[in-house]
């Protein structure tokens, strides 16, 4: 019998190792992709039947379509399944991001996601089925202060994939978004790499709450209440592959289903006052930078 092919972006650790693995061991063949070479080498080397990896940079057109072809050519013109999950979070006030820091954030969470998911439909179109899973954010439907760029840009996922989920109706191609609050993960301490890098701290007029964040952020101490494993999104990841009736949206964590049902509930300046509030305490900032949680 043949494998169901799978191809996932962002695999060198996290969620995307974690369901790259765990696909491959529940019978798919599994294309997890990186973008850098000694992660694909990592990958290999794991030695998992069933997992095969090769080069996607998502802010590289030509890596886009090198990377699909070479799926193709492997699984022999088939691919049942596209998890788009490489992207990464660029903190800051929206005040303090200049053009090409915003434009960056887009290139790799939202322009790419889109051009490799538009290689993939036609192959999906011709074969008449076909099952694309975006995994998003609980700041894909809820905005916290100094989240700006990674909000915007899973804000703008999630439109395009509601659109892209109504025009493929009757074609056999199911559109599922994944919605993850704080999962263990390393997307916190590499985002504040890029905050580093990109924020002007000194002449922000948040500069001593930039400072407080560093501080914040340079201790150790336990990981926040609710945080989940990678697994957590695997189960969900699974459910929407292998579901005669995908759900549309899969929250992941207790903070995801709260605020999910918190924003339809209440009015705009109360939940704008319970996120300030959120934002205030600092929660999401206590655990140990090598564990980080998720977007939170």
Known sequence: MTKKSVLITGCSSGIGLCVAKGLAQRGYRVFATARQKSDVEKLNALGIDGLE???LDLTDSVSIDNAVKEALQRSGG???GLFNNGAYGQPGAV???RREVLRAQFETNLFGWLELTNKVVPVMRKQGYGRIVQNSSILGFMALPFRGAYNASKYALEGLSDTLRLELHGT???VSIVEPGPVESRFRA???KYFKENIDWDNSPFAAVYYKTERRLSHKGPVMPFTLPPEAVLKKVMH???SKRPKIRYYVTVPTYVFGFLRRVLPYRAMDWLLRK???KGSYDKSSPGNQPTDL
């Open 53 to 55: 990896s090769f080069l």
């Open 78 to 80: 088939t691919l049942y």
């Open 95 to 97: 005040e303090d991001l």
């Open 172 to 174: 056999g191609i199911f």
């Open 190 to 192: 590499n985002s504040f």
């Open 240 to 242: 929407a592959l292998e």
């Open 278 to 280: 959120a934002a205030d």
